[in-house]
Each structure stands twice: as C-alpha cells, then as structure tokens.
C-alpha cells in the first residue's frame, strides 16, 4: 500500500542543514539503495544534491515499501532531519553531515531494471552506446557535469558581452542565402521556394549591428558537411558577436580575447566540482596571449617540426595541433590567435589587409590544437563590398537587405564566433565533440542512428 505523505511544502535536498531536527518533504530519485540487516539505506538525489536516507525497521509500512524499490524510481518523502553520528561524517560531501529519517513514502514513479551500471564508478559506455540512450545517461553525473559547464560558457558569454554594453538579438534560422558561401548548406523547400538552415548568422548580425552599433546572438547553425571526424556536427551552438567602430582588426582580437578569459574565470569559479568530477583542468591563458600571422605561424612549423607547410592558404588539423604545442612550449599559453590569411580563401566580407589586399585581417584563435574562434575585420564600406560581391560571383540580389544596411552608411566594424561544442569539448579533454552535444547531428544520426531507424 502506498502511502500519503502529509502536506507540507517540498523543499530541495541543498537546502536540509539549515532544517536540522525538523521534519521536512523532499522529492527526487533513488540514486543508491542499500540494505543493513532490518533497516533500509538510500540516497535521494534532485537537482541540487543527494541525501542519505534512513528507514528505521520500526516503522513496518514504510520498510515494506523500502525493500521494494529500486534505482531510478522517483519519490516523495516526509521525513526528519537528523545530524549523522560523528564517525560516519563525510565533510567532503554536500550534507555529509546530516541524513534523513524517513517518516513516509509516496512512490510517484516507478522504473524498469537500468540496462547498464549507472554508479559514478560503474558507468564506462562507449560513446555509441551513450549516444543510443541519451534519455537515461544525462542522469549521470559526469554527463551532467559536462553539460552544466557548458551552460556557464554560454551563461557567461552573454554576462560578459552585456557588461560591454552589446545588445542581444536572436537571428533567423532559415535564410534566401548562403553567408560564407561554398556548397555545404541544408537546402529546404520554403512553400515552393529554395531557402537554406543557416551556416552563420553573420549576415544579419552585421545588419543588426548597423542599427545597435554592438550586438551578439546565441544561434544553432547548420552546416552540411560530409563528415564524420572527432570535431564536426551538422547542428551546433554558435556564439558570435559585432561591434563597430573599431580601430583594426586588433580590436576584435582583444575582445574576444577578454570574452574567453571571462568565461574561463566563471566556469573555474562555478564548475569547479564538476571539473573536479571530470578531472580535468582549464586550458592557461596567459596575460597577453600570443598573436602570429598564418606565414608565421607555418615557418615556426617548418622550423620546429621540418614539415614545409609555407605558402599553404589555411591551417589544417595538424598545423593547428603543432602551432599549439610550438606556442605552449614557448610561452605557457594553451592559445595562440593566428591572422592573415588569404583573401580569396574567406568569405567575401572579410576586410583586405589595404598595404598587402591578397591577405585578409581575419583571425582564429587556437586552443589545444583546436579552432575555437574564427572572426576580423569587416569591409564596412558599400562600394568595396560591391565590388567583393561580384569577385566573389554572388548574386546582389540574393542579399539585398544586407547591403541596403551599408549604402546607408556604417562604421568600421568587426565581430567573432565562438563554437560552444567544441569550447567543452577542450574544456573539459573530450575526446569527440558528440560528448559535447546533448542531442548530437551528424551524418549518421538524428537522435537514433539511421540504420536503426531503417
């Protein structure tokens, strides 16, 4: 039989060592059930802590329903909280103090046997199989862990940007037109029309820009690519930002610069048991961080690791894991900003370097081997990028609103991107962004893998 706990307001597991010798509800899930001799051990967990619970074999209904539930169901309990004798205080946990008598059980959900070990020291699933029960692990707490330190990324991207007085806006996910060009975009069928999901909202924060003067989004965009490596999804989380009348492009770097370091000072603040969890810690930024262009970069390749990779019109993965290991080795600093690269190799609004217009002022900031950032310099003026527009063999028409915004008249400006994904996934020493994802996209999965769903 069931039980009725009494009517008392629920409170959350945080807070039970301020009701020390009161009685209070609580509701959460079975985390550990344990039985000794005739009474009854179980940690409730809800989404601030875990509790200890004790059920006294006095209290004969109650047991009965102790006995018989099982990992994952989902209780309501009345019960007394008690200070735990002094031997058995564990000072390092929240409520190692405390535990609580269980007066009365309400079971509001029941769970079926757990197909695998969900213990913090049992859990070891292959990313296939996590991926394949995503409903269930995001119960653990290290899958918790990684996702809660990339709520702070993004918590703390908007934090910083609002401080500088940047104003958010939210950009369409559907567009006429391909931003950064190339053919890897989703294409969909709007009413009869083509359309595009968007690569970038980099068409419409440079708009918006133009009437807020600094602006950033937090936006999922889509990219088409055929690939399947450790660092590409179809749908990821894109964190950008613009602001105008800037300087050079040196203006863009050193506020992307303090954005990150930001945000690496709140997760070491407000993740650091998770970090803890994850063993793991936080790439070093040092007070200046190191700044090389592409040619650079590429003979300190050459020179250190005799691989001839000079005159090349970007950085591949390997390039980008050695630059990084050459500027750790030299500095300290696990990230390194590389600029310059080649103006054809960028899309059309990217601002030409005016003493040397084959290279461009873009710039990508480095960590740990991998790209986290990529942004610049933009052309603000309208002629030039008329000009871009038709080097480049774009149709005018198919981004009418954005030029309309700079034939009437914009500052010099710039902007960046940071990708959320693959910020946790360096972060935390993940080794394949879908670890970084909560409902991965790839080419061969959209929740259930595609041969499943055959």
Known sequence: MLLSVKQMKRIFIEELRSHIGKEVVIAGWVDIRRDQGKMVFFDLRDMTGKIQC??????????????????????????????????????????????LEVLNIEVLSKAETLPFDMSLDGYNLDLVTELDNRALVLRHPKIQAVF??????????????????????????????????????????????KAFLTQS??????????????????????????????????EVVSLDAEM???????????????TVRFILEQVKVRNSEHLKLL?????????KTPTLSLTEAQQ???????????????MNPQDEREICEIIKKETGSDFVFIYGYPTRKKPFYVFPNPENPEFNEGIDLLCRGLEWMSGGRRINKYDQLLEHVKIWN??????KMFLEAFKYGVPPEGGFALGAERITMQLLGLKNVREASMFPRDMERIDERFSELA
């Open 54 to 99: 004790v059920v006294l074999p006095t209290n004969t209904q109650v047991i009965e329903i102790a006995k018989a539930m099982r990992l994952e169901w989902v209780l309501k309990i009345n019960g007394k909280v008690n200070e735990r004798p002094e031997k058995n205080v564990n000072k390092d946990v929240l409520n190692g103090d405390v535990e």
């Open 148 to 193: 809660k330190v990339q709520e702070t990324i993004i918590d703390s991207f908007r934090t910083f940007l609002k401080q500088n007085k940047f104003f958010e806006f939210q950009a369409p996910s559907i567009t006429p037109a391909v931003a950064e060009g190339g053919s890897e975009v989703f294409q969909v069928d709007y009413f009869g029309r």
């Open 201 to 234: 909202p980099q068409l419409y924060k440079q708009i918006v820009m133009s009437a807020f003067e600094r602006v950033f989004s937090v936006n999922k965009i889509f990219r088409a690519e055929p690939s399947t490596t450790t660092r590409h999804l179809t």
């Open 244 to 258: 105008g009348f800037i300087e050079s492009w040196e203006d863009i770097r050193d506020m992307a610069e303090a």
């Open 279 to 287: 063993k793991t810690d936080l790439p070093v930024m040092i007070e």
């Open 300 to 314: 300190k390749i050459f020179e250190t690791f005799n691989r001839d990779v000079r005159g090349e019109k970007d």
């Open 394 to 399: 774009m149709d005018p028409n198919k981004i």
